[in-house]
């Protein structure tokens, strides 16, 4: 169930639209705010106020890589994984990284405290590899970068 607090929120994203349904990304985007996925319920009951059907909101949320659909460590860290990054050895930062934190993409580290996902463009070719943790954009990444990154969130 929505908390009377997200529910006031998605309101006020609802009235600069012309139709509810085009809330849906604002929507999701405040619950996840809130509570750091969205879950299946969350799925129903932000379908329910835009009076759009479920499988829409779930269309919505599935497409967008940076809605949540399941639980994520507090801080969630995105390696590009494009072709520039790729030439620029994001495979090797991607199994340092991996091996540091004992996880692979789509993990989450036994403290809880990083998931580790894909991106497929953080549009940053130029400065590759690149990577985002939370909404903090890295780039011309080496292992002692990103040792020094890690460390700053706890």
Request: aromatic content about 8%; charged content about 25%; proline content about 3%.
């Amino acid at each position: 169930m929505l908390a009377e607090e997200e529910i006031k929120e998605i309101n006020e994203e609802i009235k600069q639209y012309p139709y509810p349904a085009v809330a849906c990304i604002d929507a999701l985007k405040i619950v996840q705010k809130h509570r750091g996925w969205v879950s299946d319920e969350s799925v129903k009951d932000i379908a329910q106020l835009l009076g759009i059907s479920n499988e829409e909101v779930d269309g919505v949320a599935t497409f967008y890589s940076r809605i949540y659909r399941k639980p994520v460590g507090r801080n969630v860290i995105l390696v590009c994984d494009s072709v520039s990054c790729m030439i620029m050895g994001y495979e090797s930062l991607y199994e340092y990284i991996s091996k540091k934190l004992g996880i692979a993409f789509g993990g989450t580290s036994t403290d809880g405290r990083f998931t580790l996902l894909p991106i497929s463009c953080l549009g940053d070719c130029d400065n590759a590899p690149a990577m985002m943790i939370n909404n903090d954009h890295f780039n011309r990444l080496t292992a002692d970068i990103i040792d020094e990154l890690l460390e700053r969130y706890k």
